[in-house]
């Protein structure tokens, strides 16, 4: 199948009992057996649901996977990964993550003796400078939040493979979705998604995935989770099989707001900065083009006026975007990433990498394209 014939069919068959074409929501923790040990597939809503089956099955097909595992969340997914190394085992990570995922790294794994280095990714050689014997994953965000910084997957896994075949590289790939860019195509051993965003498109769910092409490592993962329980609900795993069946044709809608609000925001005389990898400018832009179908629906920038007070001015009276957490809903959002998304990673790092008071993450949704530029230009004009 194609990628837009998989959103809607990838994984899936008619329920047996009535036919229906929508799985059935199975809201139920436990099944009948007729003998002990003796059952239909499903022992134990936590080990399995048939909810739950039909979304996994859907994740890996997406992903040109043969494993996909819904978690209660992003993180849940992320602590899965790190739950398969030991003490003394070392990761190395983009130096622009999502703040839960970097605080996660820092303020619990950490504790639990896993040493992590932080690399500009954007520089496959620094990947390369930075593994050592103790590397056991290497953690990709591409493109990352919020600067925007694209990481070249196939290269990266080329290079950490050479390094040792028991290196994991693990990408997070929220941002670009399977609808723009497939790691585990280019080289990559686990893909990992906050299913809250693209994928469930419609901000009515949390839930986290990941897939996997490897059967050992599939075996591995499921084990985490049955043992550790953090699994998708059966309501929230048809929510996101739902939302999954769109998700090409509201990515095609993304794409094309998301690259008009980038045009206008980098000729706009309030504007310092736009943070976007479809420009031809971007640093990393042979690479996004290589890698990803299209450059998404993520828009950061950064305003002349450098001040807290400007952002907020701004933030506080858009109108069509709606100024809260979270990204890839079919609403356009807009997020000040030092007070929310990434207030948990210490000022230092922030100012390191370029997160400053006066840089604005923007989640275009699929709006209207006139009524959003509309809403920017009153609110930068306030």
């Known amino acids: 199948m194609n990628f837009n014939t998989k959103t809607i069919h ?14 059935p929501i199975f809201q139920t923790s436990t099944y009948a057996q007729s003998s002990p040990g003796t059952h239909k597939g499903y022992e134990y809503s936590r080990a399995a649901n048939p909810t739950r089956t039909a979304l996994e099955n859907n994740f890996a097909a997406i992903e040109n996977g043969t494993h996909g595992f819904a978690f209660s969340s992003g993180l849940s ?40 280095q932080f690399v500009d990714m954007t520089h496959v050689e620094n990947v390369s400078k930075a593994l050592t014997n103790d590397t056991k994953l290497v953690w990709l965000e591409t493109p990352t939040n919020p600067l925007m910084k694209v990481a070249d997957i196939e290269e990266i896994s080329k290079v950490v493979k050479a390094k040792g075949s028991n290196i994991l590289v693990a990408v997070d790939n929220t941002f670009a ?27 009515d769910l949390v839930m986290g995935a990941l897939m996997v092409k490897d059967e050992k490592l599939a075996e591995e ?14 309501m929230d ?25 980038a045009e206008f925001l980098v000729n706009h005389n309030k504007v310092k900065e736009v943070y976007y990898p479809g420009f031809d400018n971007h640093p990393s832009h042979k690479v996004a083009k290589k890698q990803m179908k299209d450059f998404g629906g993520m828009v950061s920038f950064r305003l002349k006026d450098e001040s807290k007070e ?3 001015r701004f933030l506080e009276n858009t109108k069509v975007f709606t100024l809260a957490e979270s990204l890839g809903g079919v609403e356009s959002l807009v997020n000040h990433p030092v007070t929310m998304t990434h207030a ?25 394209i006139d009524d959003l530029l509309s809403d920017l230009e009153q609110a930068l004009n306030q």
């Open 10 to 23: 990838g994984g899936q068959k008619h329920e047996e009992t009535t036919g229906s074409v929508m799985p």
């Open 77 to 116: 997914a992320i602590d899965c990964v790190l739950k398969m190394l030991n003490p003394g085992d070392e990761v190395i990570a983009g130096d622009d993550l999502y703040g839960g995922t970097y605080r996660m790294f820092t303020r619990m794994f950490e504790k639990y003796g896993l040493k992590f």
């Open 177 to 203: 979705t399977p609808y723009l860019q497939q790691p585990l195509s280019l080289g990559a051993d686990i893909v990992m998604h906050s299913a809250t965003k693209y994928l469930g498109g419609h901000s």
């Open 221 to 234: 993962l499921h084990f985490i989770q049955f043992a550790g329980g953090a699994v998708a609900g059966p």
């Open 310 to 312: 400007a952002a907020f």
């Open 237 to 261: 795993s048809f929510l996101a099989l739902r939302g999954i069946k769109t998700l090409h044709v509201r990515m095609q809608r993304h794409c094309e707001n998301g690259k008009a609000i």
């Open 344 to 368: 948990s990673i210490p000022e230092p790092e922030r100012l390191k990498i370029g997160i400053t008071d006066s840089l604005i993450r923007l989640s275009v949704g699929i709006e209207d």
